[in-house]
């Protein structure tokens, strides 16, 4: 077995081990790379980017479908092989290249799968890789059902995938993912789409008027949202697939997507050779990124146990360890100001706390809330359906929450964000000149 020495060992080339390695590189460090998937990660590949195409295409179809008969005459539908090409035009050649680009840099690059096999390396393709530190960027999996028929589930990259549009799709789980490809699936020209939720609560983490309001603007389109049900058994039918529930109930589709939440990707601690503690968050770290059990090893991205699974944290967390690697200064990172945001048509978008745990926290805030379905930035879309929410420190006038689910709100929210950040107050949004009429100068009748 070949044995190899490295400054730091990286596995995982999404986009947190991207900004890991970029700034190693910069100071001089011999460094691995590691993946047993095509370079580039889940959100450049499997996740945010592609999805953004199909999101975008149905953007366009749902606005133009708004204003039939009112300005507009024979909207547009979604041609979803030309949308496939579309898409993988854009994947193309990626992984490829940015294989070549490392190895250009200086990297040393290995594909195939890495396992732990001490504290200070890691065994792949049979060679041995040891390294002064070791950073884990291995990112987050799709969690997998057990239930009866489990192997006729498809993932949200089957979905992502689909040669040809099926006509009953039904997803399994109330989260992100489930309502932002069932809002593609029916603007692209789905017959059925459904969504089964095993509790009252989908979309759980977000504030949930805005999420009562995204319900039914999805039940107006015609998606099935079924709260309080869970699968117990598929079965193939002559006709497609029968998901049995629960309570007895059962459901025809001819695709089913499970996206019941994401898990940590921990296969490189197999063995437990590397000593490194992790639980079902992930990696346990303390606030420098590093192994609470482990000092060489740091854990960044969606395996690390810090609480969110989202790409622009991941970037910070790669920038951050490659100081605390450094040693030039102990850096941590606050995650109290982080935008997030669902994709679907309206989008919603929340920053901060929510009226439930602002209240669970004892804390004093006004809420300033309200319908925008009569605003003209909403009128002139065709748009039915808008809320928001904004909760104020009655003693700062600082914003601790904003909550949007309305046309831009992906956009409007990371002002608002950028506000909490930099502790803008409330009265300082309003006062602001705003370019108008624009959803960004709304904000002065939110926050007022």
């Given at each position: 077995m070949k044995k190899q020495n490295f400054d730091t060992v990286v596995v995982g080339s999404g986009t947190s081990a991207y900004f890991a390695v970029d700034g190693l590189l910069r100071h001089g460090q011999q460094v691995a790379l590691i993946d047993e998937r095509p370079f580039g990660g889940t959100c450049a590949l499997r996740g945010c980017q592609p999805k953004k195409y199909l999101v975008s295409n149905v953007e366009a179809v749902a606005l133009a479908s708004q204003l039939e008969g009112q300005g507009l005459t024979i909207p547009p539908q979604t041609d979803w092989q030309a949308l496939q090409i579309l898409k993988n035009r854009f994947l193309e050649g990626r992984p490829e290249a940015e294989l070549r680009q490392w190895q250009k840099k200086g990297v040393t690059t290995f594909q195939g799968r890495a396992v732990m096999s001490g504290t200070d390396r890691l065994t792949v393709n049979n060679t041995v890789l040891t390294a002064d530190n070791i950073v884990l960027a291995t990112g987050a999996i799709p969690r997998r059902s057990t239930i009866p028929g489990a192997d006729y589930l498809q993932d949200s990259e089957a979905f992502l995938n689909l040669a040809q549009l099926p006509k009953r799709i039904l997803f399994i789980g109330g989260g992100y993912i489930s309502f932002e490809f069932a809002h593609v699936a029916i603007r692209a020209g789905a017959e059925e789409v459904t969504i089964l939720h095993r509790s009252a609560l989908p979309l759980k983490s977000f504030d949930q008027?805005?999420?009562?309001?995204?319900?039914?603007?999805?039940?107006?389109?015609?998606?099935?949202?079924?709260?309080?049900?869970?699968?117990?058994?598929?079965?193939?039918?002559?006709?497609?697939?029968?998901?049995?529930?629960?309570?007895?109930?059962?459901?025809?589709?001819?695709?089913?997507?499970?996206?019941?939440?994401?898990?940590?990707?921990?296969?490189?601690?197999?063995?437990?050779?590397?000593?490194?503690d992790a639980d079902r968050?992930?990696?346990?770290?303390?606030?420098?990124?590093?192994?609470?059990?482990?000092?060489?090893?740091?854990?960044?991205?969606?395996?690390?146990?810090?609480?969110?699974?989202?790409?622009?944290?991941?970037?910070?967390?790669?920038?951050?360890?490659?100081?605390?690697?450094?040693?030039?200064?102990?850096?941590?990172?606050?995650?109290?100001?982080?935008?997030?945001?669902?994709?679907?048509?309206?989008?919603?978008?929340?920053?901060?706390?929510?009226?439930?745990?602002?209240?669970?926290?004892?804390?004093?805030?006004?809420?300033?809330?309200?319908?925008?379905?009569?605003?003209?930035?909403?009128?002139?879309?065709?748009?039915?359906?808008?809320?928001?929410?904004?909760?104020?420190?009655?003693?700062?006038?600082?914003?601790?929450?904003?909550?949007?689910?309305?046309?831009?709100?992906?956009?409007?929210?990371?002002?608002?964000?950028?506000?909490?950040?930099?502790?803008?107050?409330?009265?300082?949004?309003?006062?602001?000149?705003?370019?108008?009429?624009?959803?960004?100068?709304?904000?002065?009748?939110?926050?007022?």
């Amino acid at each position: 077995m070949k044995k190899q020495n490295f400054d730091t060992v990286v596995v995982g080339s999404g986009t947190s081990a991207y900004f890991a390695v970029d700034g190693l590189l910069r100071h001089g460090q011999q460094v691995a790379l590691i993946d047993e998937r095509p370079f580039g990660g889940t959100c450049a590949l499997r996740g945010c980017q592609p999805k953004k195409y199909l999101v975008s295409n149905v953007e366009a179809v749902a606005l133009a479908s708004q204003l039939e008969g009112q300005g507009l005459t024979i909207p547009p539908q979604t041609d979803w092989q030309a949308l496939q090409i579309l898409k993988n035009r854009f994947l193309e050649g990626r992984p490829e290249a940015e294989l070549r680009q490392w190895q250009k840099k200086g990297v040393t690059t290995f594909q195939g799968r890495a396992v732990m096999s001490g504290t200070d390396r890691l065994t792949v393709n049979n060679t041995v890789l040891t390294a002064d530190n070791i950073v884990l960027a291995t990112g987050a999996i799709p969690r997998r059902s057990t239930i009866p028929g489990a192997d006729y589930l498809q993932d949200s990259e089957a979905f992502l995938n689909l040669a040809q549009l099926p006509k009953r799709i039904l997803f399994i789980g109330g989260g992100y993912i489930s309502f932002e490809f069932a809002h593609v699936a029916i603007r692209a020209g789905a017959e059925e789409v459904t969504i089964l939720h095993r509790s009252a609560l989908p979309l759980k983490s977000f504030d949930q008027d805005c999420v009562q309001v995204l319900l039914t603007a999805s039940r107006a389109l015609g998606i099935r949202v079924l709260l309080n049900q869970e699968p117990t058994a598929v079965e193939m039918i002559d006709s497609g697939y029968l998901v049995h529930g629960k309570g007895g109930q059962s459901w025809e589709a001819d695709c089913i997507i499970e996206a019941s939440g994401r898990v940590p990707n921990l296969e490189v601690l197999a063995g437990g050779e590397g000593k490194v503690d992790a639980d079902r968050r992930g990696i346990l770290v303390t606030p420098y990124l590093q192994s609470v059990s482990n000092p060489r090893v740091y854990a960044i991205g969606d395996c690390a146990a810090t609480g969110s699974m989202l790409a622009p944290v991941a970037d910070r967390e790669g920038q951050v360890v490659v100081a605390n690697i450094l040693g030039e200064r102990q850096q941590s990172i606050d995650y109290a100001v982080v935008p997030s945001v669902v994709f679907t048509i309206p989008p919603m978008g929340s920053v901060g706390l929510t009226e439930q745990q602002a209240r669970e926290q004892g804390l004093e805030f006004r809420s300033r809330q309200g319908s925008t379905s009569r605003w003209p930035s909403s009128l002139r879309i065709g748009e039915a359906e808008g809320f928001y929410k904004i909760l104020i420190d009655p003693e700062t006038d600082r914003l601790l929450g904003a909550h949007l689910v309305r046309h831009n709100a992906t956009e409007v929210i990371n002002t608002l964000a950028l506000a909490m950040k930099y502790q803008i107050t409330a009265n300082e949004l309003a006062d602001f000149m705003w370019a108008y009429p624009t959803s960004t100068s709304d904000l002065k009748y939110m926050v007022r």
